[in-house]
């Protein structure tokens, strides 16, 4: 069976109409092999302006759902997945060449946010706040906002989606979705997902949750829409830098989770098995293709020599492949674009002195762009190293004095997550205190990516500063009243300002 049969197959069985997709102008291509797997009909400014004027009328609606009661549509989305759960990461797998784990791992995520989502839902909390007025009472209460724009990219081709809309749906939100343009067929069974749960929960009102298909316009349209309350963007940092001015423009609020840079510290006393594993988890997985893939590494002095050598060699025998096919651990770039991007970055480290291992494309099967993942050692911090190149590149330096390492952790433009490997109380402690990464995300003894939902997820500085997923991320989905009641019969004005009349 061709990949293209399979796909369809797999979208078929999810209740989608594969009719659809012959004869449009947008293509989706499967990494694993350059296989077309569809033509789609992409949406336009006019039709996401339509779709945005379908998610506002939902909210009317939606939004005086009981919160609990909005929940048990998220519940029903989660067992939903759960069935969907093999097709669903097969097809991350197929359309953004995972690995069949983390396909599957990608799934699961989704669930994961969904259980959360459920339980988020009996507990919206807000403050009761004590008062400086007699006879009076003050409190918050938690309001749903409107319409989400979710603009997501290729490497998380659902799971980020369903971060943003588990939340927003409980929050009281639709949800209008602009998926990557590299995983169309994707977004379109997710949604098939989600679309089955509606069914079945029955009185949801139409078009809460809107799935467009199309390239910049839609966005753009998303973006500048004053009916669209909160854009939550992933993507580039130059995505960002485009997205987050136009919403401030009209200020709508932005949740941004844009470019990483993330970097490791190995300590001499950190237990080097394990760091191995964590390093070439966090470099080599989703081939170097997550926001939080490590992509620097502070190793030191005095177990350089040790350590390095032996991730050299990881590295070269680390299985890359077709992982439909085999039991490769690293997949295919994305595209083109993504492996020329690589070598011009390595042959940028070269100029610079960097010594480099591996890096080259590997011919198998033809078709897709497999490349043998590379290290750079590197004896200064100088770019390439200091910008994020969506490719499996880990440069490498050693350091000498622990608080050189942080400031050198610390030393770029973006900040989403951060490792140190070490046994030693004070390296730890230090490295999460004020004074150490200044990461979103920062880690001791577990590398930089795979996060579990249950803790806010994003960075600082160029990462854009949004928070998703867990903890308490469901308040940027909704907006905050401050409530104060008089239950007295006088009106004591507060500072002790006195307006007798
Ligand atoms: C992303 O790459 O955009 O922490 C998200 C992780 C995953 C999410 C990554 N849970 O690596």
């Known amino acids: 069976m061709t990949l293209t049969t399979e796909t369809a197959t797999i979208l078929t069985g999810l209740g989608v109409d594969t009719n659809r997709f012959t004869g449009g102008t947008m293509e989706s291509f499967t990494p694993l092999t350059g296989e077309r797997l569809a033509e789609l009909t992409p949406d336009t400014a006019a039709t996401t302006q339509e779709a945005i004027a379908r998610a506002k009328a939902a909210f009317t609606a939606w939004r005086l759902v009981p919160a609990p009661r909005r929940g048990e549509l998220v519940r ?17 797998s197929i359309e953004a060449g995972k690995i069949p784990s983390e396909g599957l791992g990608e799934v699961q995520e989704m669930i994961d946010i969904c259980d959360f989502a459920v339980g988020l839902s009996r507990q919206i909390y807000g403050l009761t706040i004590a008062t400086e007025r007699p006879g009076h009472r ?40 602009k998926p990557s343009e590299k995983t169309p067929l994707t ?24 799935l467009l298909i199309g390239g910049p316009e839609v966005g753009e349209a998303l973006v500048v829409s004053p009916d669209v309350p909160l854009i939550s963007a992933t993507g580039s940092t130059r995505m960002g830098r485009i997205v987050g001015p136009k919403v401030a423009a009209r200020f709508g609020r932005s949740i941004l989770e844009l470019g990483g840079n993330n970097a490791g510290i ?3 006393s950190a237990d080097l098995d394990m ?17 939080t893939s490590l992509r620097r590494l502070f190793v030191h002095d005095s177990i350089y020599d040790a350590f390095v050598p032996r991730l050299v060699k990881a ?34 480290a070269a100029t610079m002195g960097g010594k480099l291992h591996g890096g080259e494309r590997v011919e198998v099967p033809p078709g897709g762009y497999y490349v043998r993942p590379a290290i750079v050692e590197m004896t200064e911090q100088v770019a390439p190293m200091t910008e994020e190149t969506f490719a499996p590149i880990l440069y490498v330096q050693r350091y000498s004095d622990f608080e050189q390492a942080i400031a050198l952790q610390n030393g770029v433009a973006a900040g989403l997550s951060s490792s140190v490997f070490t046994r030693d109380l004070q390296e730890a402690e230090l490295f999460l205190s004020a004074a150490g990464s200044d990461c979103g995300i920062a880690n001791v003894n577990i590398g930089t990516s795979g996060a579990e939902i249950g803790g806010a997820f994003g960075g600082e500085k160029e990462t854009g500063g949004g928070r998703e997923s867990g903890s308490d991320a469901w308040k940027g989905y909704m907006r905050r009243a401050t409530n104060t009641v008089n ?13 007798d009349i």
């Open 266 to 268: 190995v300590c001499p």
């Open 315 to 348: 590295y070269a025998s680390v299985r890359v492949g077709n992982p439909l096919e085999s039991d490769a651990l690293v997949g295919p770039l994305i595209d083109r674009a993504a492996f020329e991007g690589m070598q011009a970055a390595l042959n940028a």
């Open 487 to 499: 239950y007295s019969r006088d009106l004591p004005l507060a500072q002790g300002v006195v307006f």
């Open 76 to 92: 029903l989305w989660a067992e939903e997945l759960r069935a969907a759960k093999a097709d669903l990461g097969r097809l991350v």
């Open 138 to 177: 003050m409190m918050e209460t938690w309001h749903p906002l409107g319409p989400v724009g979710i603009i997501s990219a290729f490497n998380f081709p659902v799971a980020v989606w369903s971060w943003n809309t588990a939340l927003a749906l409980v929050c009281g939100n639709p949800v209008l979705w």
């Open 187 to 210: 977004a379109i069974a997710a949604q098939a997902v989600l679309d089955r749960a509606l069914a079945r929960f029955g009185d949801a009102p139409a078009h809460l949750a809107q």
């Open 275 to 291: 760091t191995l594993r964590a390093v070439a988890f966090g470099a080599m997985g989703t081939a170097g293709q997550r926001c």
